[in-house]
């Protein structure tokens, strides 16, 4: 409060009241504005509806008022108009999602404040400023710029508060100042969970008599964001919302007299036995024994227990006998100052823990419906892992008659049980609240033991079982062992990094680690680390595709696409970007549209065409006018040569994938995250290495779980976690030059998932660098069963592992709807699980259908050719 000294003089001097407005998870903006306008606590379908809200038909504060013909102005954020379409006088709507500008959208809104407020033609006047939310979401609740915008802040109110005085001195009736958030924030400047920071609101009431002492008010300031609606509703003598779960703020009231307190008491309590009637159809208070009462009989409080339909009824009734009593004693003259403070608790008692129940209630569920979704997701997984397991039988069974079947059995007590192992480890993880909200610490656990059981087998068998045929030689040996040593050595060294660069999930967030210590350094060294982090990428991607391209021509060509949007991306961190706050203006709107331009046409127009422009040689058309004219030549050697010319265009079609997502996540990420976009690309080259020397030595299932570990981890090493809070919305409105939800979205998804994305793309490279030509179920084997061969394990094992955790997740959520923690842990992690089954599922269909594409043109091509060899 030191930043709003005269807001702090209101409250010095009784001319205010404050409190700390409790807000419910979520604590995103659209259901915390129907929180105070109902007094209805949402669930978490809102935070999809946040970014796209519809108009709010349930019973509300502003229908009332519009209702008793009010007339209305609202300035500032549009979420208003899109809630309450028609019902307002006036209105200036701004954009809620373009969390860069933090002086326009306060600037539109207080440009208008001395017009209305020189004006009586309204009622009704709502000011929603963004720019503390902002300043919030850029910098974190200690940013450079929350001083001078709080101040701002106070300067509003007091140019509101000096004109209601003025008013008032005129004779044109009192005006209540209502000074709210609609949630808090943390430190790093997310919102959405349930910590305290993010639910720790504010509710000023500057234009009521404070009576009561700071003592009283030190103690009992914290109220719930619903108690608002009710209190506004009594204050100005309208109907309180039918849904509301909220009580009347005490203290807002103490004003009035006996008479018109104990009248707004009553009929809050009306309003909430008429919703507890609603959930519980057999609540009915009427024939309770002791409405028999007589006027001039005394009454003592009975001990309430018992059933929860009996609970509500003896404290209701309770309040209703006592306000009996005292109304006559008051007839009478008789009454005492006891009897009105005894009335007065027992009304209280009855309105917390109705409005504690009803707050807590678990929606209604369709259970039987619920069973049939749970039923079809099972029914998905049975079919998924059937699949997944009748491609290990087709391919690995075949291998018993050409190797040793001992070696195999004695590595399944190694990695391959540990994947399995892993499995039942994160379904029995996800029962427990504190394991869903420190999840980060499965996978990295995971990841570095699995890469650290690949790590053993290759020091006991340095050298793969398909691999060693074609480096017969000592020094071929050598150099496949020490490939894989140092690959998968890099891969561990490169997590550990990762692993200290975020820390602390939910609970543990203060933990020190990389990203802290980097950002108590300095922005300008966080900006350097930002510069070199985007060369590293240019120049390892650039690297590797020169390295091994195969098409030389085609090669030029993508990587200078690449070099060009590296460039410009360089550009736009030098010019457009200053540490913590990053411009949004035009200049730099086109020059991420650019950039955006760039690189989707180079991806889309490398997967369409490069396939069409892969040449066979002379002596391949040879080869295939031979094999034309004799039946008697196996299927493997008629496939050899489309398979070396489909390993070198999904070489660079995975290389496009890998390096083109770097360079975006670069330019979306916080600036702190950028070293670790580095690290994550090291993994993955490192990885591909790894699994190009490992031969038959390695199952392919053990290889593609790794690789989905590893996405997994590097999705909390980027700051993710299960609560809301860590979304980075600052990045989502990148490039965007008018506010777009669907485009907004896509670019938050992009944010949020990538890693995830990363290494499941990763699959195309690995289809081209994995040697399956010694796999004895390749004899014979014809174009459909080829490909589904190559196929199988890169799409089945993501789509298998996410369908084993999206259904044991759902079924632990239907057992826990009733948890203490159903809110704040449990809905949050099905929101990221669901998500991650769509990234999934996006993933494998862009790799499945990138390798079958290029299938299907190669073997056309070829055909083709091959007829034209045949004239």
């Known amino acids: 409060m030191e930043a709003m000294p005269y807001t702090r003089s209101l409250l010095a001097n009784g001319m205010a009241i404050g409190f700390h407005a409790k807000a419910a998870p979520p604590t995103v903006t659209m259901p915390r504005l129907k929180a105070m306008v109902s007094g209805a606590i949402g669930g978490f379908l809102d935070v999809a509806m946040n970014f796209n809200t519809q108009a709010m038909l349930d019973d509300n504060l502003l229908g009332q008022f519009f209702k008793i013909g009010w007339k209305m102005v609202m300035l500032g954020d549009e979420t208003w108009l899109k809630l309450f379409p028609g019902l307002f006088l006036r209105h200036d709507g701004v954009s809620s999602f373009f969390v860069k500008d933090t002086v326009h959208v306060d600037q539109n809104v207080s440009r208008h404040l001395g017009y209305e407020l020189s004006r009586d033609d309204w009622d009704f006047l709502i000011l929603h400023y963004l720019g503390l939310d902002h300043v919030g979401h850029i910098g974190g609740r200690n940013s450079a710029l929350m001083a001078p915008k709080l ?15 003025l008013n008032q001195k005129n004779d044109e009736g009192q005006t209540l100042l209502v000074v709210v958030s609609d949630h808090g924030m943390t430190e790093s400047g997310n919102h959405g969970g ?28 914290i109220i719930h964001q619903v108690d ?22 005490a203290e807002i009231f103490g004003y009035l007299s006996e008479d018109q307190q104990m009248k707004a008491l009553e009929l809050n309590s ?77 009304y209280y008692e009855f309105l917390r823990t109705a409005s504690e129940w009803l707050s807590h209630r678990a929606t209604d569920k369709p259970v039987r419906l619920l069973t049939v979704g749970i039923a079809a997701m099972l029914l998905s997984c049975l079919i998924l892992l059937s699949l997944l397991f009748h491609t290990c039988k087709e391919v690995y069974l075949r291998e018993q008659s050409l190797f040793d079947l001992e070696s195999i059995k004695q590595t399944w007590y190694l990695d391959e049980t540990f994947v399995l192992g892993v499995v039942l480890i994160l379904i029995v993880s996800m029962a427990s609240s504190s394991m869903v909200e420190e999840e980060q610490y499965i996978w990295h656990f995971v990841a570095s033991t699995l890469n650290l059981l690949l790590l053993r087998k290759t020091i006991k068998c340095p050298t793969g079982a398909g691999a060693q045929d074609l480096h017969s030689s000592s020094k071929g040996k050598n150099k496949i062992s020490f490939c894989r040593l140092s690959s998968i050595s890099v891969v561990l060294i490169s997590g550990r990094i990762l692993r200290g660069w975020h820390q602390g999930g939910v609970n543990w967030t203060n933990l020190p680690d990389i990203s802290k210590w980097l950002e108590q350094a300095g922005t300008d060294n966080v900006k350097s680390i930002q510069l070199v982090s985007c060369l590293l990428v240019m120049s390892l991607s650039l690297c590797v595709l020169f390295l091994f391209g195969f098409n030389m021509k085609f090669v030029l060509v993508i990587g200078f696409s690449f070099l060009m949007s590296g460039l410009l991306v360089l550009q736009h961190f030098v010019k457009h970007q200053d540490g913590m706050f990053a411009s949004s ?71 496009e994938y890998i390096s083109f997502w770097c360079l975006l996540q670069l330019l979306l990420q916080q600036t702190i995250n950028s070293m670790t976009i580095v690290l994550l690309l090291v993994q993955i080259l490192a990885s591909m290495l790894y699994f190009s020397y490992s031969g038959l030595h390695q199952k392919q299932w053990v ?79 014809d174009s459909t069963q080829l490909l589904k061969l190559m196929l199988g394990f890169p799409c089945l094992v993501p789509l298998g592992l996410n369908s084993i955790l999206l259904t044991a997740y759902t079924i632990v959520l239907l057992i826990m709807r009733n948890h203490l923690f159903v809110w704040s842990v449990f809905s949050p992690k099905y929101i990221y699980v669901c998500t991650t089954t769509i990234c999934v599922y996006m993933g494998v269909s862009v790799v499945a259908t990138t390798v079958t594409y290029t299938y299907w043109v190669l073997g056309l091509k070829k055909k083709m050719l091959g007829h034209h060899h045949l004239r």
């Not at 608002?228 to 703020?249: E, S, Y």
């Not at 040879?622 to 039946?631: P, V």
């Not at 990148?734 to 485009?743: K, R």
Request: one cysteine or more; aromatic letters at 10%; hydrophobic letters at 45%.
């Open 151 to 165: 101040r701002e802040m106070d300067e509003v109110v007091k140019m509101i508060h000096m004109n209601s005085i």
């Open 194 to 221: 349930s910590s305290y920071e993010e639910t720790d609101s504010l509710a000023l009431f500057i234009g009521v008599k404070n009576n009561i002492s700071d003592d009283f008010l030190s103690t009992h300031n």
């Open 228 to 249: 608002i609606a009710p209190t506004l509703a009594l204050l100005f003598g309208v109907p309180i919302p039918k849904n509301n779960v909220g009580v009347l703020i």
């Open 270 to 346: 009306w309003q909430l036995l008429r919703l507890l009637q609603a959930q519980i159809p057999g609540l009915s208070c009427r024939n309770y024994p002791r409405d028999g009462l007589r006027d001039d009989q005394d009454f003592r409080i009975a001990k309430c227990s018992g059933s929860m339909e009996a609970m509500f009824c003896c404290l209701y009734t309770n309040a209703a006998l006592l306000q009996k009593s005292w109304m006559y004693k008051e007839i009478s003259r008789s009454n005492s100052r006891e009897d009105y403070t005894s009335t007065v608790v027992a």
């Open 585 to 655: 203006s035009c200049s730099t709107t086109t020059l991420v549209q650019i950039i955006y331009a760039i690189m989707g046409i180079s991806t889309f127009g490398t997967v369409v065409a490069l396939p069409w422009f892969v040449r066979f040689s002379t002596s391949e058309m040879g080869l295939s006018h031979d094999l034309y004219m004799s039946t008697s030549v196996p299927n493997e050697v008629q496939n050899n040569t489309l398979l070396v010319k489909l390993r070198e265009s999904l070489y660079l079609v995975g290389w």
């Open 703 to 781: 290889e593609i779980a790794a690789l989905y570990f590893l996405g997994m981890a590097g999705h909390f090493a980027l700051g993710n976690s299960n609560s809301l809070a860590t979304i980075d919305v600052a990045g989502a409105f990148m490039g965007i030059s008018n506010h777009s939800t669907v485009l907004s979205g896509i670019l938050m998804f992009i944010i949020t998932y990538a890693s995830p994305m990363l290494f499941i793309l990763s699959m195309v490279m690995y289809v081209s660098v994995k040697d399956t030509s010694c796999l004895p179920s390749l004899v014979n084997a």
